[in-house]
């Protein structure tokens, strides 16, 4: 029976150790904060549709909208590379206007368009 436990504690052990090698530990991915303004939204839907199309631009995250206001927030992997160029096309793709986008970047960088509103 003590053979038996020694044997048992050595296969929990040996479990543990390749659950550690086989599981590495990975850093999260930096992200970037993306803000924007969409004129042209009408109502609860048009805003789930424009999450749609926001969603193929890469692994967004944590995606906020207010479709009264036309106000789009989410995170983006900085290593997707998301420009405004892309959220100027993105927006116009889904047939509505875009007001203002701010993608601040994690290294503290700002762009820009357009006259981002006071909250």
Do not use: H, W
Request: glycine share 8%; proline share 3%; net charge negative.
């Amino acid at each position: 029976m003590n053979q038996m436990n020694k044997f048992y504690k050595s296969v929990i052990v040996l479990q543990m150790l390749l659950f550690m090698v086989m599981v590495p530990l990975q850093a999260a991915d930096p992200l970037d904060q993306v803000e924007l303004k969409v004129d042209g939204m009408g109502c609860p839907y048009c805003s789930l549709g424009f999450i749609k199309k926001v969603k193929k631009l890469g692994d967004v995250q944590d995606i906020d909208s207010e479709y009264e206001t036309g106000i789009f927030m989410f995170k983006i992997p900085t290593a997707e590379g998301v420009s405004i160029d892309d959220l100027k096309k993105l927006t116009k793709d889904a047939g509505y206007t875009l007001v203002y986008a701010k993608i601040e970047r994690i290294d503290g960088k700002v762009e820009q368009f357009g006259e981002v509103e006071d909250k």
